[in-house]
């Protein structure tokens, strides 16, 4: 069975950083050979869900929401089954709660098209 565990939320203050990270189990990142994508999603209440950023398995690349292009970063330790989102220069309005899924069709980066989700961790920016 497939379970994503973020962790890493928290409060802070507009201008600074936060790391998520998701742990993944009931797959092996470098044993899966068909292309799947795994990300981070946000969602804020009366808000869609929002693909916020993901890495394809195929090529490694990666897929950014314009609203965080150059201020976050998302990487993967393989050995460690993890994802990672960096967030620096947090602005108030990327406050949410953040997903980490796993789209094991294709290296889409599209909240309905995510097989497995997370429980989420909060993520506040005060102003």
């Known amino acids: 069975e497939v379970q994503l565990v973020e962790s890493g939320g928290g409060l802070v203050q507009a201008g600074g950083s936060l790391r998520l990270s998701c742990a993944a189990s009931?797959?092996?990142?470098?044993?899966?050979?068909?292309?799947?994508?795994i990300g981070w999603f946000r969602e804020v209440p009366g808000q869609e869900r929002e693909g916020v950023s993901c890495?394809?398995?195929?090529?490694?690349?990666?897929y950014y929401a314009d609203s965080v292009k150059g201020r976050f970063a998302i990487s993967s330790d393989n050995a460690k089954n993890r994802v990672f989102l960096q967030m620096n220069s947090l602005k108030p309005e990327d406050t949410a709660v953040y997903y980490c899924?796993?789209?094991?069709?294709?290296?889409?980066?599209?909240?309905?098209?995510?097989?497995?989700w997370g429980e989420g961790t909060l993520v506040t920016v005060s102003s």
């Open positions: 899924a796993v789209n094991f069709g294709n290296s889409h980066c599209i909240s309905h098209e995510m097989d497995y």
């Open positions: 009931g797959f092996i990142f470098d044993e899966y050979f068909d292309d799947y994508s």
């Open positions: 890495i394809a398995s195929y090529d490694g690349s990666t």
